[in-house]
């Protein structure tokens, strides 16, 4: 059971206030963790960037970013605290990122994620994203492939039908 009701959660663009958890949580979640000053560059990079944390009051319980290049954005991190996810923090966080997208004309979204790494891809799926292809040997710790997942044409009407129900769904619960 939530130990907290989804509408308290805000989301905001991450501070430099906010490296500090973002980066406790990355140590936590990642085999190999983006540094701080990894996450101190990519938000100052306010015109093609948005990187978002989840908060209740003042503690980040998760965070997401997204790299625009051209017409296309690429999803580069998400992660959710370990004491709170599958509370729909990722889901909320998501929504947001593909709401932003959207919001600046981008046609798709793309990332990669480890082919070991299930629970991703199922987080993904559930966001109509499908695997378009594979980097071998992308990351460099484990020699892992990369699987390539995207999602095509999200302003097209249903997509943001299907978007905007997720999120009312989730907001009536
Ligand atoms: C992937 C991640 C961000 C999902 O965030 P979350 O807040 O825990 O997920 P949500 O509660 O929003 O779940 C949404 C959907 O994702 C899928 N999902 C999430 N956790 C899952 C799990 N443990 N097992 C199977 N499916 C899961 C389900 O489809 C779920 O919907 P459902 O609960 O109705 O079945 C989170 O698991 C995480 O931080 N993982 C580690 C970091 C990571 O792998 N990031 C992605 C790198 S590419």
Known sequence: MNDFNLDEIKIHKMKFGDVDQVYAIEVDTF???WSKSSFLSQILRR???LYLVAKK???VLGYAGMVQR???GHITTIAVKN???RKRIGTILLIYLIKEAIKRGLVNLYLE?????????EFYRKFKFSTIGRKIGYYS????????MAMDNISNSKYKDFIFKIESDLLNK
């Open 31 to 33: 085999p190999t963790p």
């Open 47 to 49: 015109r093609f960037n």
């Open 57 to 59: 009051d003042n503690e």
């Open 70 to 72: 051209s017409k296309e």
């Open 83 to 85: 004491r709170f996810k």
């Open 113 to 121: 994620v480890r082919e070991s790494n299930k629970i991703a891809q």
């Open 141 to 148: 710790d484990t020699n892992e492939d990369a699987l390539i």
